[in-house]
């Protein structure tokens, strides 16, 4: 079954970092550019990031850049994203999705949610 | 950036009847690159259509979607109750991607 589970949220002081993991199964990872997809509460979907396959093409929303890095471990099936400097803003449910040829997203995960408060 | 609009922000039907779902650009999209996703409370967000016309895997064939240029649309021929939920447009160009706020399409 092909299949994407994130994990690594929850609550976290505004200036604090997080690390997001997403654990692929199912299909051959490492042939498949990626994204993080939020989602904040009540809110419609924001994409945060895009990293190609090979990791060489790697891009991020105005709205997180210099503060969040994207990167993925083809070897060990597994997407990350680390967040640095959170602000209330970046409260929301974080999904990684696998992206096919046309640039849509095709399998999503179940979300882990960051919670950015004091 | 290309910002996506979607209309109506909510859409009250019953089943049975034909929804009509609207997706406008602020400037030309490539129609490789437009997609429509139904999302339910509490659920990830799945996909329906790629290439502004072309059925995901599995999506019932009463899905079906349109347009080019700056005008998209999702049609439902006939809505099923598992229907009712929020469905987004979702675009790529320019190294990034951008979503529609959404239209919620509720039981009248």
């Known amino acids: 079954e092909v299949q994407l589970v994130e994990s690594g949220g929850g609550l976290v002081q505004p200036g604090g970092s997080l690390r997001l993991s997403c654990a692929a199964s199912?299909?051959?990872?490492?042939?498949?550019?990626m994204n993080w997809v939020r989602q904040a509460p009540g809110k419609g979907l924001e994409w945060v990031s895009y990293i190609s396959s090979s990791s060489s093409t790697i891009y991020y929303a105005d709205s997180v850049k210099g503060r969040f890095t994207i990167s993925r471990d083809n070897a060990k099936n597994s997407l990350y994203l680390q967040m640095n400097s959170l602000r209330d803003e970046d409260t929301a449910v974080y999904y990684c999705?696998?992206?096919?040829?046309?640039?849509?997203?095709?399998?999503w995960g179940q979300g882990t949610t960051v919670t950015v408060s004091s | 950036e290309i910002v996506l609009t979607q209309s109506p922000g909510t859409l009250s039907l019953s089943p049975g009847e034909r929804a009509t779902l609207s997706c406008r650009a602020s400037?030309?999209?490539?129609?490789?690159?437009l997609a429509w996703y139904q999302q339910k409370p509490g659920q990830a967000p799945r996909l329906l259509i790629y290439?502004?016309?072309s059925r995901a895997t599995g999506i019932p064939d009463r899905f079906s979607g349109s347009g080019s240029g700056t005008d998209f649309t999702l049609t439902i021929s006939r809505l099923e109750p598992e229907d009712f939920a929020v469905y987004y447009c979702q675009q790529y160009g320019s190294s990034m991607y951008t979503f529609g706020q959404g239209t919620k399409l509720e039981i009248k």
């Open positions: 400037q030309s999209v490539s129609s490789s690159y």
């Open positions: 199912g299909f051959t990872f490492s042939s498949y550019s």
């Open positions: 999705a696998r992206i096919r040829g046309s640039y849509h997203m095709d399998v």
């Open positions: 290439g502004a016309s």
